[in-house]
């Protein structure tokens, strides 16, 4: 069955500061991995979109990174700001196959970022 | 361009009752997606259109049908409404869905069911 863990579950770090989210997953065959932000009472929006072939991705101050041997990303955010507070999702998509691309998200890791 | 807008933002029904979600997009996308979000679970699919006229079935159809309209509307329809469909539900589309492409969300609907 496909799966993507992430860890931590949650995470409160200070204005300023750095921090690195995880995200495992065991979907096979592999297509592609996005990192989507959702603040409370909004809908996902893409931050990152990664491909086999592509082993780390920016955008402003996130960065993301894959291994896809090991199945592992990760997803950086440098010099923290308050409107960091959110959710962050992992969503991994298979290959298209049959007529069916289900992808499988993550349940999140709750960021706090206090003044 | 409004980008995905979902209509309504809350509901509250009883059980038994039907209704009609709404979703529409201005991006000319061909791909279209309802999910539902619960507490403590990642996004589910329940059903995603590939393009006009097709639809099929998520991770979590149970309950739910589908209409694509025509290319911009896709609706989600709870024929009877069950405590367990108290969710929070988001649309989504993106340009093809088997390409690498963002998706794009709406703001979501919150129903409640009683």
């Known amino acids: 069955k496909n799966q993507v863990e992430q860890s931590p579950q949650s995470l409160i770090i200070l204005e300023g500061k750095n921090c690195t989210l995880q995200?495992?997953?065991?979907?096979?065959?592999?297509?592609?991995l996005r990192w989507y932000k959702q603040d409370t009472g909004r809908g996902p929006v893409s931050l990152t979109i990664?491909?086999?072939?592509?082993n780390t991705k920016s955008n402003g101050r996130y960065t993301a990174t894959l291994d896809a041997d090991t199945k592992q990303s990760s997803l950086h955010i440098t010099a923290s700001q308050l409107s960091d507070s959110a959710s962050y999702i992992c969503?991994?998509?298979?290959?298209?196959?049959?007529?069916?691309?289900?992808?499988?998200f993550g349940r999140g890791t709750s960021l706090i970022v206090h003044p | 361009n409004a980008g995905v807008t979902q209509t309504p933002k809350f509901q509250v029904l009883k059980t038994g009752q039907s209704m009609t979600l709404q979703c529409a997009q201005d991006?000319?996308?061909?791909?279209m997606y309802w999910y539902r979000q619960d507490p403590g679970m990642g996004l589910r699919l329940i059903y995603y259109?590939?393009?006009?006229?097709?639809?099929d079935k998520g991770e979590v159809p149970n309950g739910y049908n589908v209409s694509r309209l025509n290319k911009r509307e896709f609706s989600l329809r709870l024929e009877s409404a069950a405590p367990s469909q108290t969710s929070v539900y988001f649309c989504?589309?993106?340009?093809?869905?088997?390409?690498?492409?963002?998706?794009?969300f709406g703001p979501g609907t919150r129903l409640l069911v009683l």
């Open positions: 989504a589309s993106k340009t093809q869905g088997y390409d690498t492409k963002t998706q794009y």
């Open positions: 969503v991994v998509s298979p290959t298209f196959q049959g007529g069916s691309y289900i992808p499988t």
């Open positions: 259109s590939a393009s006009e006229g097709t639809t």
């Open positions: 990664m491909t086999f072939s592509e």
């Open positions: 991006m000319n996308h061909n791909s």
């Open positions: 995200c495992n997953y065991t979907v096979s065959p592999f297509s592609n």
